[in-house]
């Protein structure tokens, strides 16, 4: 945890006549920052993490950005030779597509807070022989991804999990080269209309989403409509 230490007068004793310095920790604006959703990803840190149950959960076609895969990797706009990052890539879905996508002279950076996803994704690409990819660890607060190092930004069905969503909105636009796209699925959370799930487990609903990222430096491109996608949508943004 980053943090400044600023030294400032802290207790005067005028008994004694003596002024004592004392070390004050202020915390930076990432740090102060409070979790929105505590505890949200704590079932993907389980070492036992059942990874069948998660790709029998995520790679159906009952699932809505399976089925329609093919049409969310065009919308997407990804071009042989770019370096895209899968923040929250899950089972990988995305990340095996985009690696097929960019070749040879394209990268792929599989992200994920889950080791035990990231080692499913590296045995999986080792099965199918993909070595245009990196697996990378990231934190709760950043997708620890080198400075201006990716074309495109994916987050699928994932921003509803950020738990500190300032935090890693400045680290996916730190990460993004200038003009690189952020493209983010989510699921409508319509009081009313979505499903229990939805309403208890998203967070917010687009609008908000899209002003968070929109506050965060991002400028919003184009709201993409899918025919596959009922319960969910996509924005694809700009890096300002």
Same mark, same amino acid.
């Given at each position: 945890?980053?943090?400044?230490l600023q030294?400032?007068?802290?207790?005067?004793?005028?008994a004694?006549g003596?002024i004592?310095?004392?070390?004050?920790?202020?915390?930076s604006?990432e740090d102060?920052e409070e &979790? $929105?959703?505590p505890g949200?990803?704590d079932?993907? +840190?389980? =070492?036992?993490?059942?990874?069948?149950e998660? !790709?029998g959960?995520f790679?159906?076609?009952?699932?809505?950005?399976?089925?329609a895969?093919?049409?969310?990797l065009k919308a997407?706009?990804?071009?042989?030779?770019?370096?895209v990052?899968?923040v929250?890539?899950?089972?990988?879905?995305y990340t095996?597509?985009?690696?097929d996508a960019v070749?040879?002279?394209?990268w792929?950076y599989?992200?994920d807070?889950?080791p035990?996803f990231?080692?499913?994704?590296?045995g999986k690409m080792?099965e199918?022989n993909v070595t245009?990819?990196t &697996? $990378?660890?990231?934190?709760?607060?950043s997708v620890q +991804?080198p =400075?201006n190092?990716?074309?495109v930004?994916? !987050?699928?069905?994932?921003y509803?999990?950020f738990?500190y969503p300032q935090?890693?909105l400045?680290?996916?636009?730190?990460a993004?080269k200038?003009d690189?796209?952020?493209s983010?699925?989510?699921?409508?959370?319509i009081p009313g209309?979505?499903?229990e799930?939805i309403l208890?487990?998203?967070?917010?609903?687009?609008?908000?989403f899209r002003?968070?990222?929109?506050?965060?430096?991002f400028?919003?491109?184009?709201?993409?409509t899918i025919?596959?996608?009922?319960?969910?949508y996509?924005?694809r943004?700009?890096?300002e």
């Amino acid at each position: 945890m980053k943090r400044t230490l600023q030294f400032q007068l802290a207790i005067l004793l005028l008994a004694s006549g003596l002024i004592l310095l004392l070390p004050v920790v202020i915390l930076s604006g990432e740090d102060a920052e409070e &979790s $929105v959703r505590p505890g949200i990803n704590d079932r993907f +840190l389980d =070492p036992e993490l059942n990874i069948d149950e998660w !790709i029998g959960r995520f790679e159906v076609e009952s699932r809505e950005v399976f089925a329609a895969r093919r049409e969310v990797l065009k919308a997407c706009g990804i071009k042989p030779g770019q370096r895209v990052a899968d923040v929250g890539a899950g089972t990988g879905l995305y990340t095996r597509l985009f690696a097929d996508a960019v070749g040879n002279d394209g990268w792929v950076y599989a992200v994920d807070i889950s080791p035990r996803f990231l080692e499913h994704i590296n045995g999986k690409m080792r099965e199918e022989n993909v070595t245009n990819y990196t &697996s $990378v660890l990231c934190s709760d607060r950043s997708v620890q +991804l080198p =400075p201006n190092s990716v074309d495109v930004v994916f !987050i699928c069905d994932t921003y509803h999990h950020f738990e500190y969503p300032q935090s890693t909105l400045k680290s996916i636009h730190q990460a993004l080269k200038p003009d690189g796209t952020l493209s983010v699925i989510d699921f409508e959370r319509i009081p009313g209309k979505s499903r229990e799930f939805i309403l208890k487990h998203v967070r917010a609903g687009k609008e908000v989403f899209r002003g968070e990222i929109v506050d965060a430096g991002f400028q919003l491109i184009d709201d993409v409509t899918i025919p596959g996608l009922k319960e969910n949508y996509l924005l694809r943004f700009r890096r300002e």
